[in-house]
Nanobody
Framework: QVQLVESGGGLVQAGGSLRLSCAASGRASSSITKAWFRQAPGKEREFVAA????????YYRDSVNGRFAIFSDDDKDTVFLAMNTLKPEDSGLYFCAESGVWGQQDLVERPSIYSHWGRGTQVTVSS
């Protein structure tokens, strides 16, 4: 069973930066897509960014495009989310996820296509 473990969350002031990591372990995964989602208290889980393996391709939600960057280290089976110019509305519990599916962005944004999830790392951005 693939296990995903997130790290790198924390408390940061608005305008600051954080880099999240998600390390995979366990049996070999057939994942094509690795993604980050987030969930704020009382809100639904929402898509943040996704990356596809070779050929590499990425998607971002509009509100983070240009501020966040998703990238992966396949040798370490780790995916990262570099977050810059953070805003209070970026606060939430950030989850990484893996899927054997890739497609148009409206498909990749759906939590239902992801078969493996981490437990999350908390990001809090103070104003």
């Amino acid at each position: 069973q693939v296990q995903l473990v997130e790290s790198g969350g924390g408390l940061v002031q608005a305008g600051g930066s954080l880099r999240l990591s998600c390390a995979a372990s366990g049996r070999a995964s057939s994942s094509i897509t690795k993604a980050w989602f987030r969930q704020a208290p009382g809100k639904e889980r929402e898509f943040v960014a996704a990356i596809r393996r070779s050929p590499e391709m990425t998607y971002y939600r509009d509100s983070v495009n240009g501020r966040f960057a998703i990238f992966s280290d396949d040798d370490k089976d780790t995916v990262f989310l570099a977050m810059n110019t953070l805003k209070p509305e970026d606060s939430g519990l950030y989850f990484c996820a893996e899927s054997g599916v890739w497609g148009q962005q409206d498909l990749v944004e759906r939590p239902s296509i992801y078969s493996h999830w981490g437990r999350g790392t908390q990001v809090t951005v103070s104003s």
